[in-house]
Every structure is written in C-alpha cells, then in structure tokens.
C-alpha cells in the first residue's frame, strides 16, 4: 500500500509540475506549449480522481489536505515549486526554482524579437563567463562595440571593467558578466520600460541558473531592475542590498564603468564598493 501510495504522490507531482512549467514557459513567450497544457488537463484530472488506498496521518494542514499555489485544498496534493501561474499586466515573472542550464536559457530566448531592438541590433548579447561563479556583474544594455561582438563590456567601458574586475584579484573569466537587456537601445540610450519588461525574465533565468553569492549592479537602470525600486544609485551605492528573488544573494549597486570613464572623481566611490565586495566574498568563502 505504502509503494503505490508514494507512486501516485509521483505522478501527481510530475504531471503539476509539468503543467505549472508550460504555464510558466508559455507566458515567457515559448512558443509551442498550449498542446502540451492542453494535453496535461485532462490527465491530470483523471489522475486527481484515481481512488488509491493511502497512509493515515494528518498533512501540513493538519487536516489531511495541503494547500495548492492557486489556493484550492486536494488531497493529496503535489508539492510544487514557486512558480507563478498568472502574470499580471505590469509585472515580470519570477525565476523558477528548477535545475537548467544557461545554454537552455539562450536556446528559449532564441532569435528574440520580444520587443522593438531586435529590429536595429545586431547581435543579441546573451553573456558571458563562468556558470558557477560567486560573483555577477550587470550593466544596463549592450553599446556599439558589444553589438558588433555579441560579448557584453568589450569597449573602452568594458575594458575598465575588466581592470576593476582584477583589481579585487579576479579575472572576467573567473565572474560572469550580462545586462538588462540583450540588444542594443539605439544611440545607447536607456532601455525602456517595456523592453526591460521583455527581456529581463531571461536574466532572472541566468541569475537563477547561476546563483552567486553577490550581484553588482553598474548604474541606475542596472539596480533599479534588479532590486525593483525607483531609488537612485547614489542612494543605494555602497550598502549592501537583498536580491528580492532569491534568498541569499547579495547586491552591491555601484557606478556604471561608463560613467566613472566621464567622473573619474567617482572612481574613488566604486573602489570602495569594490573592497566591500571582495571582504564578503572572502568571508563567504572562509
């Protein structure tokens, strides 16, 4: 009875979460999911009908029903992970709580044509660096030069970038490095509203994927995304912030290297935010 019990408990587990992810790969823009949900609704529900003796003994609930994610209590549920199953008009899915690679990441965000850049761009900036490093760096978008390369911080921002980097005794191959968006604005002008909204649930994917112990932010657009807040960069910079997605992670807004090329004076601040980072790397790492 236990073998069968704990059996059905896998199905349904499989067959939800099977679901919950088409719903979720679907609302990111997926194409060729809606046979898969359709698929998955009557079976499920047949599934959910299917009488099987099972064990006695109260549930989390305490009284032998568990609640789902959209709020109905079926017993016995299936234990899902927090994935939304309605997006809002405004709002940006969170990242999943599933084991993927980046290299799906890049597959799902294909050729994009989500939003208006992909019609002036070049090449998509996907990113770069090492999956499973501690430490990201996010800049807001990609600037003439990562365009024609496709590799994010490769002009004369990007080379300061890569001195900041081995200042603090790393090597860009050593940290991965991605932006908001993944193709150019035109004339580098900041991502839009929309195009933010487009393009960074394949970011959260990244960060999610990777999971590093401490994100630095390079400018305004850059942190304001990432910790969702309208407050500036000079009022953020130099404090330690929470990544709202993931308990865990670290966020050091600084100064965009592009900026610090127009106000050197500046670089003095982000050295500081700098050290702050490598001591907590280091004390993360002891």
Same mark, same amino acid.
């Given at each position: !009875?236990?073998?069968?019990?704990?059996?059905?408990?896998?199905?349904?587990?499989?067959?939800?979460?099977?679901?919950? *992810?088409?719903?979720? *790969?679907?609302?990111?823009?997926?194409?060729?999911?809606?046979?898969?949900?359709?698929?998955?609704?009557?079976? #499920?529900?047949?599934?959910?009908?299917?009488? !099987?003796?099972?064990? $006695?003994?109260? $549930?989390?609930?305490?009284?032998?029903?568990?609640?789902?994610?959209?709020?109905?209590?079926?017993?016995?549920?299936? +234990? /899902?992970? /927090?994935?939304?199953?309605?997006?809002?008009?405004?709002?940006?899915?969170?990242?999943?709580?599933?084991?993927?690679?980046?290299?799906?990441?890049?597959?799902?965000?294909?050729?994009?044509?989500?939003?208006?850049?992909?019609?002036?761009?070049?090449?998509?900036? &996907?990113?770069?660096?090492?999956?499973?490093?501690?430490? !990201?760096?996010?800049?807001?978008?990609?600037?003439?030069?990562? %365009?024609?390369?496709?590799?994010? &911080?490769?002009?004369?921002?990007?080379?300061? /970038?890569?001195? #900041?980097?081995?200042?603090?005794?790393?090597?860009?191959?050593?940290?991965?490095?991605?932006?908001?968006?993944? +193709?150019?604005?035109?004339?580098?002008?900041?991502?839009?509203?929309?195009?933010?909204?487009?393009?960074?649930? &394949?970011? &959260?994917?990244?960060?999610?994927?990777?999971?590093?112990?401490?994100?630095?932010?390079?400018?305004?657009?850059? @942190?304001?995304?990432?910790?969702? @807040?309208?407050?500036?960069?000079?009022?953020?910079?130099?404090?330690?912030?929470?990544?709202?997605?993931?308990?865990?992670?670290?966020?050091?807004?600084?100064?965009?290297?592009?900026?610090?090329?127009? $106000?050197? %004076?500046?670089?003095?601040?982000?050295?500081?935010?700098?050290? !702050?980072?490598?001591?907590?790397?280091?004390?993360? $790492? +002891?």
């Amino acid at each position: !009875m236990a073998e069968c019990d704990n059996d059905q408990d896998e199905l349904r587990d499989l067959l939800a979460q099977a679901l919950e *992810y088409a719903r979720y *790969y679907r609302e990111l823009g997926v194409n060729g999911l809606e046979q898969a949900e359709k698929r998955l609704v009557p079976v #499920m529900g047949r599934v959910e009908q299917t009488e !099987m003796p099972r064990k $006695s003994g109260k $549930s989390a609930t305490g009284d032998g029903t568990s609640p789902t994610t959209d709020g109905r209590d079926i017993a016995p549920p299936p +234990s /899902l992970p /927090l994935l939304p199953r309605k997006v809002e008009s405004d709002a940006v899915p969170a990242a999943p709580a599933v084991l993927e690679t980046l290299e799906e990441v890049r597959r799902d965000l294909g050729d994009c044509r989500r939003c208006k850049l992909w019609s002036t761009r070049t090449n998509i900036v &996907f990113g770069e660096g090492d999956p499973q490093t501690q430490l !990201m760096f996010i800049g807001e978008g990609p600037g003439a030069d990562e %365009d024609l390369s496709g590799r994010p &911080f490769v002009g004369r921002a990007g080379q300061l /970038l890569t001195r #900041m980097i081995e200042a603090i005794g790393l090597t860009r191959e050593q940290v991965y490095i991605a932006n908001v968006v993944k +193709s150019r604005p035109p004339d580098n002008r900041t991502p839009e509203r929309d195009e933010v909204a487009a393009c960074i649930p &394949f970011l &959260f994917r990244q960060i999610a994927v990777i999971r590093p112990k401490v994100i630095v932010t390079l400018g305004n657009p850059a @942190t304001q995304a990432i910790l969702e @807040t309208t407050a500036g960069i000079t009022r953020l910079r130099g404090n330690f912030q929470d990544y709202p997605r993931i308990p865990g992670i670290r966020v050091m807004p600084t100064f965009h290297p592009a900026y610090l090329l127009r $106000s050197p %004076d500046k670089k003095r601040e982000a050295w500081e935010d700098l050290k !702050m980072v490598r001591d907590l790397l280091n004390q993360l $790492s +002891s």
